[in-house]
């Protein structure tokens, strides 16, 4: 059974930075699509970012140039993904879930909550 875990979610101010991880067991399959979704509440969750094959890199237009998903080909190839968060904003602030994508199959994980506050 595959199982996404995130971590490292934190409060921070205006203009600070934040690194989160995520790492996907159950599965050694390697052609697939890893990345990041966030969601505020009574909102549904948005695309941020997403990393195929472990090669191309995916972005929404609010978070371009200001994250990224480092290609790590040791860590993908782990199922271990990051996304490195700058220049942030308050309206940043939301629960950030990151997923799978085996085939047609998705798994996603419990989310980490991101703060963006003075």
Request: charged share 20%.
């Amino acid at each position: 059974q595959v199982q996404v875990v995130e971590s490292g979610g934190d409060l921070v101010q205006p203009g600070g930075s934040l690194k989160l991880s995520c790492a996907a067991s159950g599965t050694r399959f390697r052609n697939k699509v890893m990345g990041w979704y966030r969601q505020t509440p009574g909102n549904q969750r948005e695309f941020v970012a997403a990393i195929i094959g472990g090669v191309r890199t995916e972005y929404a237009d609010p978070v371009k140039g200001r994250f990224s998903i480092p290609r790590d080909n040791a860590r993908n190839a782990q199922n271990t993904i990051y996304l490195e968060m700058n220049s942030l904003k308050p309206e940043d602030t939301a629960v950030y879930y990151c997923y799978i994508d085996i085939g047609a199959s998705r798994t996603w994980g419990q989310g980490t909550q991101v703060t963006v506050s003075s």
